[in-house]
């Protein structure tokens, strides 16, 4: 079993639609970071978090530590937010991320 | 600024060849991190480096090793490439934190062992 599982795996839907994305965790983590990949692009980090909750515009992350859980919200999704969305867990001193295996979200016009 | 460069962006290389992955950063962080992307698996962290002159491997080690003589370059040196190392390559690094710091990536580097 992976030590970070993301759900769903892939993810389609019409532009202006609400968004989630899951992640859980079986490990002791210190952050949590999710991460954007554009096909066949470099990846950018968009949220780190160790508790609570964090907004940038139309994405929201949450997490709930004792649940071991986190989501990503997209808020009216758009074309422009396809792209594969990583979950992954920081642990130890070194900022060392375990990794998610990705989610991957087409949104259709 | 520059962040994170990566090079080259695409290299095929013959079975038993050997080639050096070239990962720099300008921001003066001191931790890099070099990962493999495969298909369907999440990355892979196969060696990183806490600052200069200090190295440590990953959870893929195998068949790499890496050099860390200056705080800006971060190669991942392949001997004796192999089709199992067919993958995607991403460079990262991050300030030594204060409290947790993101990690900046490069645009990777293709690599086909064919």
Redesign the interface.
Known sequence: K?E?EQSPQNLTAQEGEFITINCSYSVGI??L?W?QQHPG?????LF?L?SGKKKHGRLIATINIQEKHSSLHITASHPRDSAVY?C?V?SGA?????????TLLAVQP | NAGVTQTPKFRILKIGQSMTLQCAQDMNHNYMYWYRQDPGMGLKLIYYSVGAGITDKGEVPNGYNVSRSTTEDFPLRLELAAPSQTSVYFCASSPRNRGHQPQHFGDGTRLSIL
């Open positions: 992976n970070v210190s952050a970071h991460l692009g470099g990846i950018v980090s780190m160790s990583i992954a920081e070194t900022n060392k991320l375990i990794f998610g295996t990705g």
